[in-house]
């Protein structure tokens, strides 16, 4: 009896061990260098942007030839000081409007339990983004472009509303330039295979 207990131990184990390994090898992390995450809007006075530096993110897929086949996970932070529009004050208003002091970090998830509508080049994902310590769920349509089995390019874009995350639009110079509550986010991803 014990013997038969040590090999179904033995199986179990190198069951868990092989589940372990398969993940691992369809991890892919973000390779900031050859990435660009932007946030661009308008204000009364002119349009802008904001671009991000510093930003990680992991996903777990499958590839199939040249199409994703399937969306394990996927992990995204931002520090907010890592946006940034060039121009200081602009840049400490949006720090103070996004509280991060209080909430350095915007952050996104793939949400659980629903499976992103995939078309092999491209997908819609639907996850979990946390701004300014509020947390929504929003759509993300994706393009990609398969490289190789070692490499892919993310990109898309996404229309937000600051005040759907409790953000009061910046404002200078005592109210006299407003920006407006529409943004949107822009990013093209390049993902690596391994860590």
Not at 22 to 27: E, G, H
Not at 155 to 168: A, R
């Amino acid at each position: 009896m014990r013997i038969l207990n040590f090999k179904n131990l033995s199986l179990s184990i190198l069951v868990l061990l092989f589940a372990i390994t398969a993940t691992a090898q369809n991890v892919y992390t973000l390779n900031e260098k050859n990435s660009k995450l932007s946030v661009t809007g308008t204000s009364s006075l002119h349009d802008w942007e904001m671009t991000a530096t510093g930003f990680t993110a992991e996903t777990g897929l499958k590839l199939e030839g040249n199409a994703v086949s399937e969306i394990q996970y996927i992990k995204f932070s931002v520090p907010v000081s890592g946006l940034e529009s060039g121009k200081n004050m602009m840049d400490n208003k949006a720090y103070e409007a996004l509280q991060e002091k209080k909430f350095p970090q915007i952050k996104f998830a793939l949400k659980e339990g629903v499976a992103p509508a995939l078309s092999g080049k491209s997908a819609e994902l639907t996850g979990m983004l946390t701004i300014a310590g509020k947390t929504k769920e929003v759509k993300v349509p994706v393009d990609f472009i398969i490289s190789s089995d070692q490499q892919f390019t993310a990109s898309g874009k996404v229309p937000l509303k600051m005040s759907d995350f409790g953000i009061e639009p910046p404002t200078v110079f005592f109210g006299t330039i407003t920006t407006n509550n529409e943004v949107e986010v822009k990013f093209n991803f390049e993902f690596n295979k391994g860590k």
